[in-house]
């Protein structure tokens, strides 16, 4: 397992640093905790923070941003997806990553997770996920809960009804996210295309 601040995390993302996440991470603190995941998109009490202009002028060049949250209790991977866009992590616990790359996606949309890399991410720390970086809920470390920021241009993972069942096209799994599942997550009408171990942490 790597840290995000080796230099293996590089093809991947990168480390925000001096951005203040004080407010941010003590309002995560309220955030539920279930024993399996939630993921909540848009959350008022995090928009609400001075944190979010940062976020949408500075970070992501003056566009609308949405910050919401994935918490709960994960030790496997599941599923990979990716969007048109990096998407900003705030981990508020120590929590684990794995990723991949999009460039490693066959041309039938299936994937080795033989490729997938593990990242420890401390409490407290910024990151930015590369549009190419293939991700999708974090792990807990030793078996304990995790909660974790994530912010993404407005209206992303959003209900979407697919317009075709061609190509690419079948991975798109909500507004902005194309996902590619494992058939042992059983993740309802989502493309299964994971070839090999459903990765454990």
């Known amino acids: 397992m790597f840290n995000v601040n080796d230099s293996e995390f590089k093809p991947y993302g990168r480390v925000i640093q001096g951005v203040e996440l004080g407010d941010l991470l003590k309002a995560m603190e309220q955030t539920p905790l279930p024993e399996d995941v939630i993921y909540v998109p848009s959350e008022e009490k995090l928009e609400e923070l001075p944190v979010y202009e940062l976020m949408s002028k500075s970070i992501y060049g003056d566009m609308p941003v949405q910050i919401g949250f994935c918490n709960g209790h994960n030790q496997y991977l599941n599923g990979l997806e990716y969007h048109r866009n990096s998407e900003i992590n705030v981990a508020a616990t120590d929590l684990i990553l794995l990723l991949g790359k999009q460039q490693d996606i ?44 994530v912010v993404l241009p407005k209206g992303t993972n959003y209900d979407v009804t697919p317009f075709s069942q061609t190509g690419e096209d079948r991975l798109l799994a909500a507004t902005n996210k194309w996902l590619i599942a494992h058939e042992d997550a059983h993740i309802a009408g989502a493309f299964v295309g994971l070839k090999g171990e459903n990765v454990k942490i």
């Open 106 to 149: 066959e041309s039938d949309y299936t994937y080795d997770t033989a490729k997938v890399e593990a990242f420890f991410v401390p409490a407290g720390t910024m990151i930015e996920v590369y549009a190419t970086t293939l991700h999708y809920a974090p792990c807990g470390v030793d078996g304990a809960g995790f909660r974790c920021v």
